[in-house]
């Protein structure tokens, strides 16, 4: 139930920041939100992990910080598999939207999703 609470999230966040900035960052509709969302979850499931180790050393020099390069990777590859519905202008951008997912999703996590369990 909670991966499917974070897919919606993350759908929501997508249309967001595709509201924001149009040009960068493109979606069809809400479907391609969703199935997008799903694919990153899917990603971020089989290909992060591998990531994470081959690049550990980067990661470990910056403190954590180049995770948010290989957040906006998967970003990139999602866009690659998704085609014209899904649609990132570059590197940048990709990387943009990763820490904003990434600190969106850990605000909803601390206050929202923490709460319904105590």
Do not use: C, H
Request: aromatic content about 12%.
């Amino acid at each position: 139930m909670r991966w499917l609470i974070g897919i919606g999230i993350n759908a929501v966040l997508f249309m967001a920041i595709a509201g924001y900035f149009d040009d960068e960052f493109r979606l069809s509709g809400f479907g391609a939100a969703i199935v997008a969302s799903f694919l990153l979850s899917i990603l971020n499931v089989l290909v992060r992990p591998v990531l994470i180790l081959l690049t550990l050393p980067a990661t470990i020099l910056t403190l954590g910080l180049f995770l948010f390069v290989i957040n906006a990777v998967t970003l990139l590859l999602t866009d690659a598999l998704m085609g014209p519905a899904f649609d990132i202008s570059g590197f940048g951008m990709a990387l943009f939207a990763a820490v904003i997912l990434s600190l969106v999703n850990i605000i909803i996590q601390k206050f929202v999703l923490d709460k319904k369990r105590k």
